[in-house]
């Protein structure tokens, strides 16, 4: 399979569209000042560019541009039930960013907008009180940071991360989870390591990563993340899902699961989660028709509750391998089955 660049996003934008309400946040001039030589194009509203009909996501992701805008309320979400709650009495998602960097060919995102374009939003403050206001109804709460993107992967443009680590001291029942496929080492290194701060690392396979998961770092620079996180101090979650259960992968999970906890240690781990391919039947067919020619859209699945999943079946003799294999590294009540 062939190897892609990653594109995380250290390099710039070539076009960045900007709201005229949004252009004198200190967000927004902080990213145009990393962009001096982008064309800037002043828009009414990031909808007029984003939910336009007839885009060509697949052609966008080759040619990424940037829409920066001022986010409306809602500024929290609840966490669906297709994903980890870990336990927490209420579970939170915020979207600072919609899209990713990374295209990966099993993301539900590619099936719930028009656009493969990164809008980020500005008003910072906003999402700052609204998460606060939030935080004091709950005694223990997630909240979800990366569930539509990888902010770690736009930590080049902007950290995000880092403003939101900021606001720790403040909600002291907040947990905010930062998943990532990224290898950015300096943001965990240069970032002060708090409890309530997780990095969730999605790891798999490098065949799956090949296949699956273009522009991706691959799985030995994630593996040289999650170290330099641990070493750091900082709360490691390992994040086994999607998990896919084509043949041709068999070996390579078994061989992974090998491989993962000989190279990391297991009794610093935090928790484990793990779980299959799974995607609202909507957005399932709006991707398999911009993406005909894909396997993984072609498969057989099975439907529950309008969620597009790999069968029965399947799931209990594959995961039951998986987890023996996992269960071996850690106890059973640190890992979370969805």
């Given at each position: 399979?062939?190897?892609?660049?990653?594109?995380?996003?250290?390099?710039?934008?070539?076009?960045?569209?900007?709201?005229?309400?949004?252009?004198?946040?200190?967000?927004?001039?902080?990213?145009?000042?990393?962009?001096t030589?982008?064309?800037?194009?002043?828009?009414?509203?990031?909808?007029?560019?984003?939910?336009?009909?007839?885009?060509?996501?697949?052609?966008?992701?080759?040619?990424p541009?940037l829409i920066?805008?001022?986010?409306?309320?809602?500024?929290l979400?609840?966490?669906p039930?297709?994903?980890?709650?870990?336990?927490?009495?209420?579970?939170?998602?915020s979207?600072?960013?919609?899209?990713?960097?990374f295209?990966?060919?099993?993301?539900?995102?590619?099936?719930?907008?028009?656009?493969?374009?990164?809008?980020?939003?500005?008003?910072?403050?906003?999402?700052?009180?609204?998460?606060l206001?939030?935080?004091?109804?709950?005694?223990?709460?997630?909240?979800?940071?990366?569930?539509?993107?990888?902010?770690?992967?736009?930590?080049?443009?902007y950290?995000?991360?880092?403003?939101?680590?900021?606001?720790?001291?403040?909600?002291?029942?907040?947990?905010?989870?930062?998943?990532?496929?990224s290898a950015?080492?300096?943001?965990?290194?240069?970032?002060?390591?708090?409890?309530?701060?997780?990095?969730?690392?999605?790891?798999?396979?490098?065949?799956?990563?090949?296949?699956?998961?273009?522009?991706?770092?691959?799985?030995?620079?994630?593996?040289?993340?999650?170290k330099?996180a641990?070493?750091?101090?900082?709360?490691?979650?390992?994040?086994?899902?999607?998990?896919?259960?084509d043949?041709?992968f068999?070996e390579?999970?078994?061989?992974?699961?090998?491989?993962?906890?000989?190279?990391?240690?297991?009794?610093k781990?935090?928790?484990?989660?793990?779980?299959?391919?799974?995607?609202?039947?909507?957005?399932?067919?709006?991707i398999?028709?911009?993406r005909?020619?894909?396997?993984?859209?072609?498969?057989?699945?099975?439907?529950?509750?309008?969620?597009?999943?790999?069968?029965s079946?399947?799931?209990?003799?594959?995961?039951?391998?998986?987890l023996?294999?996992?269960?071996?590294?850690i106890?059973?009540?640190?890992?979370?089955?969805?």
């Amino acid at each position: 399979m062939p190897s892609y660049p990653s594109s995380e996003t250290n390099g710039r934008y070539n076009v960045i569209y900007v709201e005229n309400h949004a252009f004198d946040y200190p967000v927004s001039q902080a990213i145009l000042a990393k962009n001096t030589g982008a064309t800037i194009i002043r828009i009414h509203n990031y909808k007029d560019v984003f939910n336009r009909s007839r885009q060509n996501p697949i052609y966008q992701k080759q040619h990424p541009s940037l829409i920066l805008a001022v986010k409306p309320e809602p500024f929290l979400y609840l966490g669906p039930d297709v994903c980890q709650n870990f336990g927490y009495d209420a579970f939170y998602y915020s979207n600072f960013l919609l899209n990713c960097p990374f295209d990966c060919e099993y993301c539900y995102l590619g099936g719930m907008y028009t656009s493969a374009h990164t809008v980020a939003f500005v008003n910072t403050e906003d999402f700052r009180k609204s998460i606060l206001d939030t935080s004091r109804k709950h005694e223990r709460m997630l909240l979800a940071l990366s569930y539509d993107t990888d902010l770690a992967a736009f930590d080049g443009m902007y950290s995000y991360t880092r403003e939101v680590s900021g606001w720790l001291n403040d909600m002291p029942g907040l947990s905010i989870e930062i998943r990532t496929k990224s290898a950015n080492t300096a943001l965990i290194q240069n970032l002060r390591p708090s409890s309530s701060l997780i990095f969730a690392f999605s790891l798999s396979p490098q065949s799956v990563i090949d296949r699956y998961e273009r522009h991706t770092p691959g799985l030995e620079a994630r593996i040289r993340t999650v170290k330099a996180a641990l070493s750091a101090g900082h709360p490691v979650r390992l994040c086994f899902d999607p998990v896919f259960t084509d043949d041709t992968f068999r070996e390579d999970y078994d061989l992974f699961f090998e491989h993962i906890f000989k190279r990391l240690p297991a009794d610093k781990i935090r928790d484990v989660s793990y779980g299959f391919f799974r995607m609202n039947d909507a957005f399932f067919k709006r991707i398999a028709r911009y993406r005909p020619n894909s396997l993984l859209y072609l498969d057989d699945y099975e439907i529950t509750d309008h969620v597009v999943g790999v069968q029965s079946d399947l799931r209990e003799s594959v995961s039951s391998r998986h987890l023996e294999k996992i269960y071996a590294h850690i106890p059973k009540e640190r890992v979370f089955v969805l």
